[in-house]
C-alpha cells in the first residue's frame, strides 16, 4: 500500500484536528505543509489535488482524496475502529457530533484566517477588533458548550466517557486557536479539564502545531 | 412512543435541511416555530430545551434531544435507514460528507443571520454590503463545488448517483438562501441541474420556506 498523505499547515486548526486523529488510530502518515500566509495552498499542484486550496486534504492509501476535516475524521472513524471517535449508541453518537458541530459549524468558520483577513480589507478591522471579534464567537458557543459538558452525566474524563474522541478532537484544535487571542478560559473550568486531559496524550500532544515540522 | 418535535424556523436554512431529511424518511413530526427575529428561540422553556437557544432543535420519541443540524441528519440516517442519505462505501461516505460540509462548514456560518448583524452592528454594513459579503462567500465556495460536481463520475441525478442524499440536502438549503441575496446561479449550472431535481421530489418541497406553518 502507499503511504498515507496529509496536506496540511501547522497552524490551521482543522489541520490540527486531523493530525490528532491519524495520532489516535495509530497511522503513520507523510506530512506536506502548505504555507497559508505565504500563498502555498495556491500552487497548480495542490489545486489539482483540492480544487479549494484548502487544508487539510488527505491522501489516502488508495489515491482518495478527501478535503474537509470533519468528513476525513469520520472516513477514519469507519475504516480504522479502534480506538473509536465516535461512541457506539445513536444517541452517544449524535451527541458527540452535536458538541463537535458547536466549534466545527459556529466557532471556526466565522474565525478562521480569511474572514478575519476580510474584516480588515472591507471594514477595516484593526488588531483589536479582530481580538475582540474572534473572542466573541468563541464566547457565545464556550457558554453553552461548558454548561451541556458540566450538566451532563455523559460527560467523563473526556467530552463523552473515559475515552477520548472527536468532540475532544475539536475542543483541543479550538483552544488552541483561543490562546492566539488571549481568550480567558476562567468561565470554562470543564472545557479546561478536558483540554488538560487530552493533551496529557501523546496522540494530542505530538499534534500539537509548535511540534510541526513547518512551525514558526 | 411520544411524537418527534422539531423546533425550527421557516427561514433558517438549517431548519430547512433536518425538514428535508425528516421528509425523506417518511417521519411525521410536530412543527414548533421560533421567531429568530423576535427573539422566540430565548424564551425560558426553549433555553431549557437547547441552552444555545438556536434552532433546529429535534426531540426525538424518547426524549433524547439532538441540536445541530448535521448531527440531526447523521442520527436520522443511522437510526431510520431507509431510505439511505449516505451511501454504503466509506469512500463515498466521505465524499457526500465533503460536499455537505463545503456548505455547512464554510458557507452558511459566515452568513447566517446573527453574523449579518454584528457586520451591521459593529462595523457599519449597509444592506449593498451585506448583500455583497453574503454573494462573496457563496461564490468562494460554490465555485469548487461546481467543478467538483461537473467533473466527478460519482455524481447521477443528485450530488452522489440516482438517489438524493445529504449533500443534496444542504446543496437545495444553500440555493434557497441564495435567492434572497440575487446570487447570480448562471456559473453554477450542475448545482442548478441538482437543485431542479431536488425540487421535483415531494420531500424537499414541503420542506421549503414558504410551505411552513409560520411562513410570512
Redesign the interface.
Known amino acids: 500500500m502507499s503511504e498515507i498523505v496529509l496536506h496540511n499547515y501547522f497552524r490551521s486548526s482543522t489541520s490540527y484536528r486531523v493530525r490528532i486523529a491519524l495520532n489516535l488510530k495509530g497511522l503513520d502518515y507523510r506530512y506536506v505543509a502548505h504555507h497559508l500566509r505565504h500563498g502555498g495552498n495556491r500552487s497548480p499542484e495542490y489545486l489539482a489535488i483540492n480544487?479549494?486550496g484548502l487544508v487539510p486534504t488527505l491522501v489516502?492509501h488508495d489515491g482518495?482524496v478527501?478535503?474537509?476535516s470533519?468528513?476525513?475524521i469520520?472516513?477514519l472513524d469507519?475504516?480504522q475502529p479502534e480506538p473509536p471517535l465516535l461512541p457506539a449508541d445513536?444517541?452517544g453518537?449524535?451527541?458527540v457530533?452535536?458538541l463537535?458541530?458547536?466549534i466545527?459549524?459556529?466557532v471556526?468558520?466565522?474565525n478562521n484566517l480569511?474572514?478575519l483577513n476580510?474584516?480588515r480589507s472591507?471594514?477595516?478591522?484593526d488588531d483589536a477588533?479582530i481580538a475582540e471579534?474572534f473572542r466573541?464567537w468563541v464566547n457565545e458557543?464556550f457558554q453553552?458548550l461548558e454548561?451541556?459538558l458540566a450538566q451532563s452525566p455523559d460527560t467523563g474524563t473526556f467530552c463523552h466517557g473515559d475515552g477520548p474522541g472527536m468532540a475532544d478532537i475539536c475542543l483541543v484544535a479550538q483552544v488552541a486557536n483561543n490562546s492566539r487571542f488571549n481568550v480567558d478560559m476562567t468561565p470554562y473550568p470543564t472545557i479546561g479539564r478536558i483540554r488538560d486531559a487530552c493533551m496529557a496524550l501523546p496522540a494530542f500532544a505530538d499534534a500539537a502545531p509548535a511540534r510541526q515540522p513547518d512551525a514558526e
Open positions: 480544487p479549494q489516502w482518495t478527501i478535503a474537509q470533519m468528513a476525513i469520520e472516513f469507519e475504516t445513536p444517541a453518537r449524535a451527541r457530533r452535536m463537535s458541530q458547536m466545527a459549524c459556529e471556526h468558520p466565522v480569511r474572514i476580510a474584516l472591507r471594514y477595516g478591522a477588533g471579534w466573541h458557543t453553552p454548561a451541556m
